[in-house]
């Protein structure tokens, strides 16, 4: 699993650690279904969303599936507790015109600023993960053919096609931007920050909320809102839905499939507002 998720989940089992250690129960292994609902309800009464109830329950199971696996525990306490089912939210995108004033937000006459163009016009270009765009290394780039071999979740490889203008300013930031930020280090990193080391993904994910601000986009956005653009705006050009499922790295077509819904109610959006009797 990413380190995201290893991080997610080690968080959940530290909530429930904290919740039962209350209880004064000896041993894990002395917990039962109830205790395990008390949590949930806990967390319910605490104003947690659903979503991350879902996933903390999702850890919990993990865990007591190990316990049996590793023969410290005969019964699973979480084994018929039902995971809630979620609507599947449609995501906040941008519209053409508002990923153009992102994208010619930064100052790419500046050393950082090309960097931060080029990050851009990248996730924008392939639908990267906040994630994946950190972690690319040089390697990772064919600018003659205008590929990029992405690892996504699970170590699962995939390669997405660049676009001109991303190449462009790929090479710019390569020639002009990255030694300068670098400063006679080496680094096999592609994105480097103004340490002269890796850009973390929260500081992309700064990067990106700085400039949304700047072009005065006030939209619910978050580190993928560039990614279900980047979705949303190949289907509305006719791309099929297979084709952006491997782009986007998906492992079920049914998780691209949102992004159709995406295209139903801006439809929806356009027949209220123009139709003469909506």
Do not use: C
């Amino acid at each position: 699993m990413s380190d995201n998720t290893i991080s997610a989940y080690t968080h959940d089992l530290q909530k429930y650690d904290g919740y039962i250690s209350k209880l004064r129960i000896g041993t894990v292994l002395q917990l039962e279904k109830k205790h395990i609902t008390r949590f949930i309800h806990d967390q319910k009464e605490k104003g947690i969303s659903s979503v991350s109830i879902a996933r903390n329950l999702s850890a919990i199971k993990s865990f007591y599936r190990f316990l049996i696996r590793e023969r410290l525990l005969k019964k699973d306490p979480s084994s018929t507790i039902e995971t809630p089912k979620l609507w599947k939210k449609i995501p906040e995108v941008l519209t053409a015109k508002e990923v153009d004033k992102l994208l010619s937000q930064p100052n790419f006459r500046k050393p950082k600023g090309l960097r931060d163009k080029a990050i851009l016009e990248l996730m924008y270009a392939t639908g990267l993960r906040v994630s994946e765009a950190a972690s690319l290394s040089v390697n990772n780039l064919n600018l003659e053919v205008g590929f990029l071999r992405v690892l996504g979740k699970a170590r699962k490889e995939r390669i997405v096609p660049l676009g001109k203008k991303s190449a462009h300013f790929l090479l710019r930031y390569i020639a002009e931007s990255r030694p300068k930020l670098l400063k006679d280090n080496q680094s096999q990193h592609l994105f480097i920050s103004s340490y002269k080391r890796k850009l973390s993904r929260q500081s992309i994910w700064k990067m990106i909320k700085f400039y949304l601000k700047n072009a005065r986009i006030r939209k619910d956005v978050h580190p993928h809102t560039l990614r279900h653009s980047f979705a949303t705006h190949l289907l509305e050009g006719g791309a099929d839905l297979r084709s952006v499922q491997e782009m986007l790295g998906h492992s079920s077509i049914s998780t691209t499939q949102i992004y159709t819904h995406i295209n139903r109610a801006r439809l929806k959006e356009i027949h209220r507002k123009f139709h003469p009797r909506p």
